[in-house]
């Protein structure tokens, strides 16, 4: 029971460039969460998915777009990666509450 | 105003000390509270979960929740230097599926 996994764990990016974060969870939960974590702003929300096949935007949205490939997985693209963007990204599932992965550190140049 | 406002910190105590960490909220609707420990270049982990009003012990933590104050506590006993990480309080109402997160407070316990 892995709980949820992220990849990659660290990624430089220039700016301009998309790539995809990763996020599964072997817990069979249905409800799924992007979340970003900067220096004294704490952690906000992305998107989130309540059950497989719906998407909600979070506080933070733009600039990002998700799949919720399954009920299992939920990836997060960036299209064109901006420096505002470097940050580190957790991905989590709920049941009665939250579980973490160990979080995807990405730096945008 | 932020919904939920705690300070950052950082706290410094020696071991063994008695550990208080606080959280301030402003929607009267929270129902779930819940505390985080994340330990540096680490995913959070959940420590405490707690509904409505009261207290609830799990070894050495204690969170207690005080809904007419809006606000919610963790203790942490005979502090150690493992329990040296970041705080956060979260918590959420019943009608949605969203986590309101406090930004944290470091703790650091000093051998």
């Known amino acids: 029971n892995a709980g949820v996994t992220q990849t990659p764990k660290f990624q430089v990016l220039k700016t301009g460039q998309s790539m995809t974060l990763q996020c599964a969870q072997d817990?069979?939960?249905?409800?799924m969460y992007w979340y970003r974590q900067d220096p004294g702003m704490g952690l906000r929300l992305i998107y989130y998915?309540?059950?497989?096949?719906?998407?909600d935007k979070g506080e933070v949205p733009n600039g990002y777009n998700v799949s919720r490939l399954n009920k299992r997985e939920f990836s997060l693209r960036l299209e064109s990666a901006a420096p505002s963007q470097t940050s580190v990204y957790f991905c989590?599932?709920?049941?009665?509450?939250?579980?973490f992965g160990p979080g995807t550190r990405l730096t945008v140049l | 105003q932020k919904e939920v406002e705690q300070d950052p910190g950082p706290l410094s105590v020696p071991e063994g000390a008695i550990v208080s960490l606080n959280c301030t909220y402003s929607?009267?609707?929270?129902?779930?509270f819940m505390w985080y420990r994340q330990y540096s270049r680490k995913g959070p982990e959940l420590l405490m979960y707690?509904?409505?009003?009261g207290n609830k012990e799990d070894g050495r933590f204690t969170a207690q929740v005080d809904k007419s104050s809006k606000y919610i506590s963790l203790f942490i006993r005979d502090s150690q230097p493992s329990d040296s990480a970041t705080y956060l309080c979260?918590?959420?109402?019943?009608?949605?599926?969203?986590?309101?997160f406090g930004t944290g407070t470091r703790l650091l316990v000093s051998p």
């Open positions: 989590a599932s709920r049941a009665d509450t939250q579980y």
């Open positions: 817990m069979n939960h249905n409800s």
């Open positions: 998915s309540a059950s497989e096949g719906t998407t």
């Open positions: 929607n009267s609707a929270f129902q779930y």
């Open positions: 707690t509904y409505s009003s």
């Open positions: 979260a918590m959420m109402d019943t009608g949605f599926q969203k986590l309101v």
